[in-house]
């Protein structure tokens, strides 16, 4: 009989492990591939969403990987594709039979067709586009032609479209009659005689409204339409900003070419957020299935500046190779002092790029926010100063020490704050990526600033 300890834990691990994949499920799914057994695969399967199948196929090696997918072979679901990592969805296309193939990706909108092709090698591209009808594959390759990470690649082409003179009635009869319907969609978009888009009507107050009623009357307050060259991020911004579920995609000359829907407009935001995190990190773009040499490719770069800018700091050190040898003291407290300011850069650089990229740090407020982030440094330096004050001066018995130990904290971390901030601004303006070039710049800076500050302040009061 389980103790309420146990069930305690029992539930916690359940809560813990909710939405991911059961371990005993998985190896129940891998003894069917094992023993060749394609019922009990199909079996197995069927209750996984194709979010779990793809997570599936991504966590078990390459060879397993290959004998459950050619057991499952007909069952295998376009929707499995759009939700596999970049990193082997090419392997996993490749092991595909084209029957297979063709069927998996006919169910796929045009949007997650062109997301699929996008990053493939093009004999790979011809072999989904080839599954293709007419219509579909002029879609596609209409998307591709757009510049990459747009909003033409970004749109599908499947739109429920309206005149404006219509009322409820005859665009209920239209969709009833219509011999296919995007798979999800919130608005019928009306448009003018030119195809021009003039609003949104939510499917919801077509169902709430007497079939007389115009549907010009029931359009939708907010309405934005979407340039097709516009931004994938710009595109993802406006949908958060302004709330919108879907929004129609025009052209140069502002034609009804698709629409973006806000599924796919939150894929965008969130690999935005991702990219900001990694790029922070030196880490670059890249995944868990990622190869070892294309991890060694993507993060040395990032460590070679961080050598360069490790070097820089030395090199200061180094003017003052007689006041450590004096006091073996600033050797042992100097890391605490560099330590401290990267950390204060990382945090002020960190709410900088956010800011920046989610357009809440503009020209007209950048100047509050730098004195805001010199004021947090200050009092923070205040603060740690007076810590590390003490700390020396119990440890080392000094009271110069304790002196220069307080007074370089308060500078490091006051340079800190503007720099972690003026940075990643004045990158922005340049059209330099602050993400992706802020951390070395901003490390740099406290790093030389805190040992030249430290080290100099030894030289002058404590020989």
Not at 430 to 454: C, I, K, M, N, Y
């Amino acid at each position: 009989m389980n103790t309420d300890a146990e069930d305690l834990a029992e539930e916690q691990e359940r809560e813990d492990g909710a939405y991911t994949l059961d371990r005993k499920a998985v190896a129940a799914i891998l003894y069917a591939v094992d023993i060749d057994d394609r019922d009990k695969l199909v079996e197995l399967m069927e209750p996984l969403h194709q979010a779990d199948i793809a997570d599936l196929l991504e966590q078990i090696n390459a060879y397993d990987r290959a004998r459950l997918i050619r057991l499952y072979d007909r069952e295998f679901d376009g929707e499995i594709l759009s939700e596999l990592d970049e990193g082997i969805r090419e392997e996993v296309i490749a092991i595909l039979s084209p029957h297979v193939l063709a069927e998996a990706v006919r169910e796929l909108d045009s949007d997650d067709v062109v997301d699929l092709v996008e990053d493939l090698e093009e004999p790979q591209q011809e072999a989904i586009l080839d599954a293709l009808d007419e219509l579909d594959r002029a879609a596609v390759e209409q998307a591709l032609s757009y510049p990459e990470g747009s909003a033409g690649r970004l749109m599908q082409s499947e739109v429920v479209v309206a005149p404006e003179h219509w009322n409820v009635g005859q665009a209920i009869d239209h969709m009833r009659s219509a011999e296919t319907l995007p798979d999800q969609f919130y608005h019928i978009v009306l448009v003018d005689p030119r195809m021009h888009p003039i609003g949104n009507v939510t499917l919801g107050k077509v169902m709430a409204s007497r079939r007389e009623v115009p549907l010009a009357e029931l359009t939708e307050e907010m309405f934005r339409v979407i340039p097709v060259t516009q931004d994938e991020g710009d595109v993802a911004y406006a949908f958060n900003q302004y709330h919108l579920i879907s929004a129609p995609v025009v052209n140069e000359d502002g034609r009804l070419v698709g629409q973006i829907t806000i599924d796919d407009a939150m894929i965008v935001l969130d690999e935005e957020h991702e990219e900001d995190i990694l790029r922070l990190a030196g880490v670059g773009e890249g995944s868990l299935a990622d190869r070892v040499i294309d991890t060694v490719r993507g993060r040395f770069p990032w460590l070679g500046v961080n050598l360069v800018t490790a070097i820089l700091a030395s090199l200061v050190i180094a003017q003052f190779e007689g006041v450590i040898a004096q006091f073996v003291a600033l050797a042992v407290l100097m890391p605490i002092v560099a330590s401290m300011g990267g950390n204060a850069g990382t945090q002020s650089l960190t709410v900088a790029v956010r800011a920046i990229a989610t357009k809440d740090l503009t020209g007209s407020n950048v100047w509050r926010v730098i004195r805001r982030e010199v004021l947090v440094g200050l009092m923070n330096g205040l603060a740690f100063a007076l810590i590390m004050g003490l700390v020396g001066l119990v440890w080392f018995g000094s009271l110069g020490l304790a002196a220069v130990i307080a007074a370089s904290m308060v500078i490091n971390l006051v340079v800190a704050g503007l720099a972690g901030t003026v940075i990643p601004v004045l990158l922005d303006k340049l059209r330099v990526d602050p993400a992706l070039a802020s951390g070395a710049f901003v490390t740099t800076v406290t790093d030389v600033v805190g040992f030249f500050a430290f080290l100099g302040f030894a030289a002058l009061y404590l020989l």
